[in-house]
């Protein structure tokens, strides 16, 4: 699985169950520079290997090289795309485990010699990554992630946290697509009447793309109560951001899914998406804001997306989550 932050996070209990059934096994995972800095350390990961895609073709021989001098048992390809049946190819294995070919796209079902049972649409993405668990015998249940924050990283939070005085609302101002991005003078509301009306400390998390800078700036300049920024922090500081958080608000992106995985309630802003396919796992659809479907519609679980649905959200859709937020989930913290 080489490609965003969210994958990451869903292969990490597939990680763990092989570790639990097998626990001598040795993982060896390819993926991106990006998700690399935030499951480096994992207990369950052996080693790292990296795809570089903004090299080019550069990428493909530098991971061919890599994987040239080394041999499996068992390879699994959870990705649908040409660039991973390419990778693949480069693994020597006796077995490499793939999608079925009604779902393999790109051609990927030619580089896998072992295919998971075809299933029908109509399951969570996390689901999906399990089926291959599965198809192996080995039990995904109980489902963990184990994502952190790691022993040596506690005193950084410590420290972040030290001069914060109110609960914090972690929130994540713009994704890798524009299409799922929230409006950021709407963002600036919230972050006021997340002040005002419920005490808490909003702290803008996230990378430092122009997209995310030009929110901040929005945000900054509109809000009455100025957030704290914590912008360009990376991915592990913002595992110990999140797992300190009283509340995240969140597109569908990579922390979302951090959110779900160290258990800290998380108000969704989704409609480029379908949130049963791509939304939190398992938790918090009480705190999910759906523009993705139509009012009184029974949409199916599909991979398809929706343009230009996430200004349909209103400021007054957000805050009815945060007060669901407040009556569910608030006293049951451990935030720091």
């Known amino acids: 699985m ?3 932050v969210g994958d990451a996070v869903h292969v990490l209990p597939v990680i763990n169950a092989l570790k639990r059934e097998r626990p001598g096994c040795h993982i060896t995972w390819v993926l991106q520079p990006g998700p690399a800095t935030l499951v480096r350390g994992h207990p369950a990961v052996d080693d790292i290997l990296l795809f570089d895609r903004s090299k080019g073709m550069q990428a493909f021989l530098d991971i061919r090289r890599e994987l040239a001098a080394r041999r499996f048992d068992l390879v699994i390809n959870l990705q649908v795309y040409f660039k991973a ?35 029908p649409e109509g399951q969570h993405v996390q689901d999906q990554y399990f089926e291959f668990l599965t198809a192996l015998g080995v039990p995904y249940e109980p489902v963990t992630w184990n994502l952190g924050p ?14 914060i ?13 524009s299409q799922k991005d929230w409006l950021p003078d709407r963002w600036a509301e919230v972050v006021d009447q997340l002040t005002e009306e419920y005490g808490l400390q909003p702290v803008l998390v996230g990378g430092r793309s122009p997209r995310e800078l030009h929110a901040e700036s929005v945000i900054m300049d509109r809000a009455r109560n100025k957030p704290i920024s914590a ?96 009556d569910r989930y608030a006293n049951r913290g451990r935030a720091r």
């Open 165 to 177: 005085a109110k609960p914090v609302a972690a929130i994540v101002v713009a994704t890798s697509k």
């Open 150 to 163: 790691w022993p040596e990283e506690r005193a950084w939070q410590q420290e972040f946290y030290s001069t």
């Open 85 to 119: 049946g390419v990778v693949t190819s480069f693994t020597q294995a006796p077995i490499k485990l793939g999608f079925d070919r009604a779902r393999a796209r790109d051609m990927n079902w030619l580089f896998t010699n072992r295919k998971i049972p075809p299933h």
């Open 231 to 326: 912008l360009g922090s990376g991915l592990r500081n913002l595992v110990g951001i999140i797992d300190g958080s009283a509340l995240v608000l969140a597109p569908d992106t990579g922390p979302l899914h951090m959110a779900v995985a160290l258990e800290r309630p998380v108000v969704s802003l989704i409609g480029y998406t379908n949130p049963k396919r791509t939304g939190p796992y398992r938790r918090y659809h009480d705190l999910i804001v759906d523009a993705y479907g139509d009012p009184g519609e029974n949409y199916p679980l599909s991979m398809e997306t929706r343009l230009d649905r996430m200004p349909r959200i209103t400021v007054p859709d957000v805050m009815a989550k945060v007060a669901a937020w407040r």
């Open 2 to 4: 080489m490609s965003a």
